[in-house]
């Protein structure tokens, strides 16, 4: 039989039995039809992860038992409560997506109220043995809104919102980020407000309005995504050459960017590279400038490029930068083809550039056979030029005068 998950608040060691609740007994001897020697696997929600053996009689004996290091990145989901059939598709989403800590809020649009914890558990429970995940997650009582912004606060977590106008704040994000996502109807002005105040980023998920769980489950891969980024980039950069990392301008650029003053920043980047352009890690800095503050996709495909020739191709995170490279790419085909999206005008730009492409080489070709020419026709008149002053160098004959007759 195929081996199947349970979960067990107390896992003893190896060679002790498992204490499993009524519903899980029944499910692994009635419903699974476990017999001896059958395998199961093992899970506390704090990390520890066993593997377990079925006895003859009926018990399960621990057989190996293994600690889990926790994730360095923690995403908490603030969320208005939905309806019953949503909120457990959310909180399955969650579990699976290893979300940390939920923090269940009550906004003033709130369609319904925070139900028993147990009953968040176990469907909590059932997502985490499906998705394999040994952590489970912690579920906060319910509170307002701006008493839950000031505990995040106090914890130093940052807090990003979903926005529906087309704006993205600028994300300082480390290690752990809380996500809100407001009620069916959307959060008021006020509570918006009461967001932006306490230092909560915008976050633009798209064009159109989101179901709660779709904004939900989409925002926190997205948060996942950029932490991700920017623990990779911090695991390259820690590596910078000291010759690049002590460069003036480099530093120069780190303040600026850090004061938010992004395009000094590109320019002292661009000056550092000038006078590094062997150091990957400067290029790394400005591809990630233009792809995470400039909203610069060209730029931060080129600079991704240069960075991707410098770096070592059996690098293990190489292949996450090349990641980000292609993210960039076809950003920037979006916005060329939302900019030119009629076929015929896109048509013409691209007749446009080939015929200058033509040209340019056509004009290359001309401007190397005219220096052809000019070195050919030059050489006879210079070696002419040559003999003509070392004839005009070599001293006249004098002529005899005839004799004069007496």
Same mark, same amino acid.
């Given at each position: 039989m195929s081996r199947h998950t349970f979960f067990t608040d107390n896992i003893g060691t190896e060679g002790s039995y498992v204490e499993l609740s009524k519903d899980q007994r029944h499910h692994l001897f009635k419903? $699974? &039809? @476990?017999?001896? =020697?059958?395998?199961?696997?093992?899970?506390? =929600?704090?990390?520890?992860?066993?593997?377990?053996?079925v006895d003859a009689e009926k018990n399960v004996i621990i057989k190996s038992v293994k600690k889990e290091t926790p994730e360095e990145v923690k995403l908490h989901l603030v969320f208005a409560v939905p309806r019953k059939n949503q909120l457990d598709l959310l909180l399955k989403q969650a579990?699976?997506?290893g979300v !940390?800590?939920?923090?269940?809020?009550?906004?003033?649009?709130?369609? !319904?109220?925070?139900?028993?914890?147990? &009953?968040?558990?176990?469907?909590?429970?059932?997502?985490?043995?499906?998705?394999k995940n040994p952590f489970l997650p912690q579920i906060h009582p319910a509170a307002g809104l701006?008493?839950?912004? +000031?505990?995040? !606060?106090?914890?130093?977590?940052?807090v990003v919102f979903g926005a529906i106008r087309s704006e993205t704040g600028k994300l300082k994000l480390?290690? !752990?980020?809380?996500?809100?996502?407001g009620p069916e109807g959307g959060f008021t002005d006020e509570e918006e407000q009461l967001m932006r105040a306490k230092g909560a980023i915008p976050l633009n998920l798209g064009p159109w309005v989101l179901r709660l769980e779709t904004a939900a489950c989409a925002g926190i891969a997205v948060l996942r995504q950029l932490i991700g980024v920017v623990l990779l980039a911090v695991v390259?950069?820690? =590596?910078?050459?000291? +010759?690049?990392?002590?460069?003036? $301008?480099?530093?120069?650029?780190e303040r600026a960017r850090n004061g =938010? +003053?992004?395009?000094? @920043?590109?320019?002292?980047?661009?000056?550092?590279?000038?006078?590094?352009?062997?150091? @990957?890690?400067?290029?790394?800095?400005? @591809?990630?400038?233009?792809d995470e503050s400039l909203d610069d996709p060209a730029g931060a495909v080129f600079y991704y490029t240069e960075y991707l020739k410098l770096a070592p191709e059996d690098h293990p995170d190489v292949p996450g930068i090349r990641s980000l490279r292609d993210l960039a790419e076809r950003k920037l085909y979006r916005r060329l083809e939302k900019k030119y999206a009629d076929n015929t005008e896109l048509d013409k730009l691209r007749r446009q550039n080939s015929m200058l492409l033509q040209n340019n080489r056509t004009l290359a070709k001309l401007l190397a056979d005219s220096r052809k020419n000019a070195n050919v026709q030059s050489a006879p008149k210079q070696a002419a030029s040559k003999t003509s002053v070392s004839k005009q160098s070599k001293p006249a004959k004098k002529q005899k005068r005839p004799a004069k007759k007496r």
């Open positions: 419903v $699974f &039809r @476990a017999v001896c =020697g059958d395998e199961v696997e093992l899970l506390d =929600g704090r990390g520890t992860r066993a593997l377990g053996e579990a699976e997506l !940390s800590e939920l923090h269940p809020v009550r906004f003033e649009r709130s369609v !319904s109220q925070a139900d028993g914890k147990e &009953r968040w558990t176990t469907l909590l429970e059932e997502a985490c043995k499906q998705s701006e008493d839950k912004l +000031n505990e995040l !606060s106090v914890r130093n977590i940052p480390e290690n !752990s980020a809380a996500w809100v996502v390259l950069l820690a =590596g910078c050459t000291p +010759n690049a990392a002590n460069d003036p $301008f480099c530093k120069k650029a =938010g +003053n992004y395009q000094s @920043a590109l320019a002292l980047y661009r000056k550092a590279i000038s006078r590094h352009p062997d150091a @990957a890690e400067l290029y790394l800095k400005t @591809a990630s400038l233009c």
